[in-house]
């Protein structure tokens, strides 16, 4: 059965977006820790890690496609919102200036001078530059994970687009870090965040409502419905945050 | 046994953060899917209203944690 562009165009988009801003942060810390203690160390935990998180993807994903779709809708879509929603909140505070933007340049120097502090490294594999990679790799590639298998768990399919969606990014992140040897720090990160944040929250609440067993209005069409609500809400919160947290700095400085 | 409670602590922190922002999420899923059909508003209807109150949740816990 071919798979509906309505839901493998956003999926391969969400996964792509949300595997940008997580490849970009670990490409940070393997960046660090490359040019601090070595980069065959760097590289070699970048690689295990993600190794595991694709064979995480390949068993999962086997496994998720066993599992009669409509029992697991409601599930999926709660966790989806679960995920989604704390995305799109952080995100608003952020674009807001209640919660400080991600800043790749600070946590890059912040890295490299903690890692400096170790000592140099000795020859054969080093087992920090290792470690540190392979946990930031994991930590990362973990959310990437979550979302691939959780947008392909709720209908048949999608799998294969989401994945492709995540390959995408993290091939473009590698290549850009291996040409400019610098944190990839103008990459709009709360911008895409933003966009993650929506388009998981319309495709959780669509899922979250054919598990309840609800029709939805416009059938498979009410999910670019969902990200117009979702987005158009978020950002008229934004401003109004804003408005509240100077009202609230003015009270306090007072 | 540190890296599984680490292993914990990470999956649990991709689903919560905001502990009373989580628990309204879950509850309302609750309610829209036990609640919603006793009011007997028609399977559209309801799901427009768990769409709305979703959105409800997320402008409320924002304008709180802007005001905190």
């Known amino acids: 059965m071919p798979i509906p562009w309505v839901h493998a165009g956003p999926s391969m988009l969400a996964s792509f977006l949300a595997s940008l801003v997580e490849c970009v942060e670990a490409l940070t810390v393997v960046l660090a820790v490359g040019t ?30 066993r599992i009669p779709l409509h029992r697991f809708q409601l599930v999926v879509g709660a966790l989806l919102l679960l995920f989604g929603m704390r995305w799109l909140r952080k995100a608003v505070l952020r674009a807001a200036g209640v919660l400080a933007l991600h800043d ?26 290792f470690a540190v990679t392979f946990k930031s790799t ?19 399919g999608l799998l294969w687009p989401a994945s492709l969606g995540a390959l ?19 990459v709009p990160e709360n911008t895409l965040k933003f ?14 409502g054919e598990g309840m067993g609800y029709a939805w209005p416009g059938a498979d069409w009410s999910v670019p419905g969902l990200a117009a609500g979702f987005l158009a809400v978020s950002a008229l919160s934004v401003p109004w945050c ?5 009202a609230r700095a003015g009270e306090l400085a007072r | 046994m540190s890296w599984l409670r680490t292993a914990l602590v990470e999956l649990w922190g991709l689903f919560v953060e905001d502990g009373r922002y989580a628990l309204a999420i879950v509850v309302w899923l609750l309610l829209a899917w036990l609640a919603l059909p006793l009011l007997d508003l028609g399977s559209g209807w309801n799901a427009v209203i768990l769409a709305a109150g979703l959105l409800a949740i997320l402008v409320e816990s924002v304008l709180r944690r802007a005001r905190r």
């Open chain 1, 242 to 246: 804003r408005r509240l947290a100077s």
């Open chain 1, 104 to 129: 790749e340049d600070a946590i890059y120097r912040r890295e490299t001078q903690a890692l400096r502090e170790h000592g140099g490294a000795g020859s054969g594999l080093d087992k920090l530059a």
């Open chain 1, 36 to 65: 601090t203690r070595g980069w065959r160390s760097s590289l070699a935990g970048c690689a295990s890690g993600l190794l595991l998180l694709l064979l995480m993807v390949l068993l999962l994903g086997q496994a998720l496609a």
């Open chain 1, 138 to 156: 994991m930590l990362e590639g973990l959310e990437v994970v979550f979302i691939v298998l959780a947008i392909s768990a709720g209908r048949a």
């Open chain 1, 168 to 186: 995408a990014a993290l091939l473009l992140v590698a290549s850009l870090g291996a040409m400019v040897h610098r944190p990839l720090a103008r």
């Open chain 1, 195 to 208: 966009v993650v944040g929506v388009l998981l929250c319309a495709f959780g609440t669509f899922w979250a």
